[in-house]
């Protein structure tokens, strides 16, 4: 192995021990998972998987940031998430046979992806002490309620609040400490903004200049800075703590 992949797999182990607890993986597993893993590396923009690919494997993000996009009306793509290195994307539900995907992944930022075979994954799942299975299974379904909850809460919500609530999930995910707030480590345009919240890129332009103008939001060095306004929270009206799974 390159001294490249070796690093990457050092620090793929380091992850994966770090989440651990709340994955419910023992030490076995974390040396199974590591030494079965593959890892590939994506520049920004690079389709990882496309929603026609056969769902045979399972990812997981060791650095960077990736897309998970749908097909909406029209063939337009919805992002559904950006998700943050640590986390499992686009697995296959582990005891299902290989089925076409309903969805895509592609590189936001330049990644780098663990990628284990389905057959590895449910083994290791299959070999865990009963209770550590049900963590880990409990785990999965927690992280996809919480999108399905935060999706639901964006239809209810005017532009504004849609962009102030989807601002503090990824200042939860992707935020630095700041001075005026959190700072959201990652390269978001407009553009990004208006595939997040299902709205055109022209009026989240417009949107933003009016958060900016109320002091919800900042920008400053190229980054995005949610300006926090109350204690523990992204801003009162978004109910997305930061610092939360």
């Known amino acids: 192995m390159s001294e490249r992949g070796s690093l990457a797999k050092a620090s793929l ?8 607890r709340r994955f419910g993986f023992t030490a076995a597993a974390v040396d ?4 079965q893993s593959q890892i590939t590396y994506w520049r920004a923009g690079q389709s990882i998987f496309a ?6 494997l399972s990812n997981f993000l060791v650095a960077g940031a990736v897309k998970v996009v749908c097909h909406g009306q029209k063939g337009k793509p919805v992002v559904a998430q950006l998700v943050r290195p640590g986390r499992f ?3 296959a539900w582990f005891y299902d ?5 309903e969805f895509g992944a592609v590189a936001h930022d330049d ?3 663990a990628m284990m075979s389905q057959d590895v994954v449910t083994a290791v799942v299959a070999r865990l002490p009963p209770e550590r299975a049900l963590q880990f299974m409990a785990h999965t379904w927690r992280i996809l309620s919480r999108l399905l909850y935060e999706k639901c809460l964006l239809l209810a919500m005017p532009l504004e609040r849609r962009l102030l609530h989807q601002i503090a999930v990824l200042a939860r995910d992707f935020g630095k400490p700041d001075p005026h707030g959190v700072r959201i480590d990652l390269d978001v345009t407009h553009a990004d903004l208006a595939e997040l919240v299902a709205a055109t890129r022209a009026n989240v332009s417009r949107a933003m200049a009016d958060l900016r103008r109320a002091g919800f939001v900042d920008v400053a060095g190229g980054r995005l800075i949610l300006v926090v306004q109350q204690p523990g929270y992204a801003h009162v009206s978004t109910g997305v703590p930061l610092g939360t799974e």
């Open 13 to 20: 182990r380091v992850m994966l021990s770090q989440n651990a």
């Open 32 to 35: 199974t998972l590591v030494e």
């Open 51 to 56: 929603p026609d690919d056969v769902q045979d």
């Open 89 to 91: 994307f686009g697995a």
């Open 97 to 101: 046979r290989p089925r076409r995907r």
């Open 111 to 113: 990644s780098m992806v």
